[in-house]
């Protein structure tokens, strides 16, 4: 390949990667063309992308970015799985396609400068949770001691008002009150 053809897949892959710091590196060896045809749709509908890239080449076009990290995966046929609201939705999905495709190798995956290297790696990046979740766990958490705090509040006053109303149905009936003493 010529000087000038590498160049210019580094230039693609620049515009391909320049923006992403959070992305999977995946193996399509041993997918069939229909397979990986399918695959990829069923990622495409989530708004991840696969691309194939030469490792030497992609090593070059990360360095000084945020994968470069990535650089000790990239060994054997690689392909990067991006898009999506992040990294780790794009793991669970490509867990779910290890179901339905067994060929397919998680060879790792970058989350805030973090290296998830290996199957297991990427399986555990999955079950961490996305941004939308992280924030409604840390809202939730918040609200928590406030909601305690108005329940607490709120139960001396029911209490109260479910003892007026029997005083006040057993008046009604000419029931008499018994002191208490």
Avoid: H, W
Wanted: net charge negative; glycine share 8%; hydrophobic share 45%.
């Amino acid at each position: 390949m010529s000087k000038t053809v590498k160049q210019m897949i580094v230039n693609d892959y620049a515009s391909l990667f320049g923006e992403e710091s959070d992305v999977a590196v995946i193996s399509i060896r041993g997918i069939g063309a229909n397979e990986n045809n399918e695959m990829r749709s069923t990622l495409r509908e989530k708004g991840i992308r696969v691309t194939v890239i030469r490792n030497a080449l992609a090593k070059q076009q990360f360095t000084g970015s945020a994968l470069e990290a990535l650089s000790r995966v990239l060994e054997g046929p690689s392909a990067l799985a991006y898009g999506g609201a992040s990294v780790v939705e794009v793991a669970r999905e490509l867990v779910e396609l290890v179901k339905e495709f067994p060929e397919l190798e998680l060879k790792g995956a970058i989350l805030d400068g973090e290296v998830f290297e290996g199957n297991a790696e990427v399986e555990r990046l999955a079950k961490f949770p996305t941004l939308e979740e992280a924030l409604a766990e840390t809202v939730q958490l918040v609200l928590s001691p406030a909601q305690n705090l108005v329940a607490g509040v709120m139960g001396p006053g029911r209490n109260l008002a479910s003892l007026v109303k029997a005083i006040e149905e057993k008046l009604e009936k000419g029931e008499e009150i018994a002191k208490v003493g």
